[in-house]
């Protein structure tokens, strides 16, 4: 147990771990993959935003979800407006250079670009992504 905690926490030897228990297992580890939230203000900068992430290879699927209401405080005052959201598979090691790719092209000043690990699912769907997101 020792030593595999000291492999797991070498970012190098983790890496390689991660990768041979994915070959062994053909099953995606837990958290290796991620959905990040990102919302836009209407449905042409959606598009277009997730356009350029599919350019760059930063995610293997990104869905567009129609209008939705929100609610939000900004510089004190409580705001309402519709959002699209983008909902943005990837590889949880592509989260950063998303994150700061998307602050560049997206039009607000604070857009709202946020992840969740993703723990379980379609084992097949999960290769599917890995497969379609480059390594680092």
Same mark, same amino acid.
Request: glycine share 4%; aromatic share 6%; hydrophobic share 45%.
């Given at each position: 147990?020792?030593?595999?905690?000291?492999?797991?926490?070498?970012?190098? *030897?983790?890496?390689?771990?991660?990768? #041979?228990?994915?070959?062994? =297992?053909?099953? /995606?580890?837990? @958290?290796? %993959? &991620?959905?990040?939230?990102?919302?836009?203000?209407?449905?042409?900068?959606?598009?277009?935003?997730?356009?350029?992430?599919?350019?760059?290879?930063?995610?293997?699927?990104?869905?567009?979800?129609?209008?939705?209401?929100?609610?939000?405080?900004?510089?004190?005052? *409580?705001?309402?407006?519709?959002?699209? #959201?983008?909902?943005?598979? =990837?590889?949880? /090691?592509?989260? @950063?250079? %998303? &994150?700061?790719?998307?602050?560049?092209?997206?039009?607000?000043?604070?857009?709202?670009?946020?992840?969740?690990?993703?723990?379980?699912?379609?084992?097949?769907?999960?290769?599917?992504?890995?497969?379609?997101?480059?390594?680092?």
């Amino acid at each position: 147990e020792v030593l595999t905690l000291l492999v797991l926490m070498h970012p190098l *030897l983790r890496g390689l771990a991660l990768q #041979l228990h994915s070959a062994l =297992t053909g099953s /995606s580890i837990p @958290g290796t %993959l &991620s959905i990040a939230f990102v919302s836009c203000l209407n449905e042409q900068i959606a598009r277009d935003i997730a356009r350029a992430i599919m350019d760059k290879k930063l995610a293997a699927y990104v869905n567009i979800l129609p209008k939705s209401s929100a609610l939000y405080f900004w510089k004190g005052e *409580l705001e309402e407006s519709t959002e699209i #959201l983008l909902l943005v598979k =990837t590889r949880t /090691s592509k989260i @950063g250079e %998303l &994150s700061n790719y998307v602050r560049s092209i997206h039009p607000f000043e604070t857009p709202e670009i946020i992840s969740l690990p993703i723990d379980q699912g379609n084992p097949l769907y999960l290769k599917w992504i890995e497969e379609n997101v480059p390594r680092d």
